[in-house]
């Protein structure tokens, strides 16, 4: 395997990793809350938007794993805000699945309102991810030819 290979193997197994923790969270929160033929048939159901986010997610780990390799010290606070932004809206793609157990606890306007807004809320999480992923997009290309530039200097003054 080239140099090139080797660089995007770490991000791409983080990325791989990441949705298929994504994909846990996702069918544990419903295991938990309406057993494990429940979670099965909702994935099922929501597999698009699903399958988008975590995807969307993913990407954004590759990215962000990518980028760290690239040394991009002067991104990090950047990078960990999108990625913080990206959570959150994974948080909020989840959140309506803890609708079912929310009435128990004696929250039911919170369980009433997470039901409503189902699908704009999976719909922000898209969003979400792919404000991310352009972001972190445009962070690799501004590490790049920063990388580029310095190794041009650098050049220029040992001669």
């Given at each position: 395997?080239?140099?090139?290979?080797?660089?995007?193997?770490?991000?791409?197994?983080?990325?791989?990793?990441?949705?298929?923790?994504?994909?846990?969270?996702?069918?544990?929160?419903?295991?938990?809350?309406?057993?494990?033929?429940?979670?099965?048939?909702?994935?099922?159901?929501?597999?698009?938007?699903?399958?988008?986010?975590?995807?969307?997610?993913?990407?954004?780990?590759?990215?962000?794993?990518?980028?760290?390799?690239?040394?991009?010290?002067?991104?990090?606070?950047?990078?960990?805000?999108?990625?913080?932004?990206?959570?959150?809206?994974?948080?909020?793609c989840?959140?309506?699945?803890?609708?079912?157990i929310?009435?128990?606890?004696?929250?039911?306007?919170?369980?009433?309102?997470?039901?409503?807004?189902?699908?704009?809320?999976?719909?922000?999480?898209?969003?979400?991810?792919?404000?991310?992923?352009?972001?972190?997009?445009?962070?690799?290309?501004?590490?790049?030819q920063?990388?580029?530039?310095?190794?041009?200097?650098?050049?220029?003054?040992?001669?």
């Open positions: 395997m080239g140099a090139s290979g080797r660089a995007l193997r770490r991000p791409i197994v983080f990325g791989l990793l990441a949705i298929l923790g994504l994909l846990a969270f996702y069918l544990g929160i419903i295991t938990l809350a309406q057993g494990w033929a429940h979670a099965l048939e909702q994935l099922a159901d929501d597999r698009n938007f699903i399958g988008a986010i975590a995807l969307g997610f993913g990407t954004q780990v590759g990215l962000f794993t990518y980028l760290r390799r690239l040394h991009a010290h002067a991104a990090a606070g950047g990078v960990a805000a999108s990625t913080g932004t990206s959570a959150t809206a994974m948080l909020a989840c959140a309506h699945h803890l609708a079912d929310l009435p128990i606890v004696g929250l039911s306007g919170a369980a009433i309102f997470l039901n409503a807004y189902k699908t704009p809320l999976l719909w922000l999480g898209i969003l979400m991810n792919l404000i991310g992923i352009v972001y972190l997009l445009r962070k690799v290309r501004q590490q790049r920063m990388a580029c530039h310095t190794s041009l200097v650098s050049r220029s003054v040992a001669s």
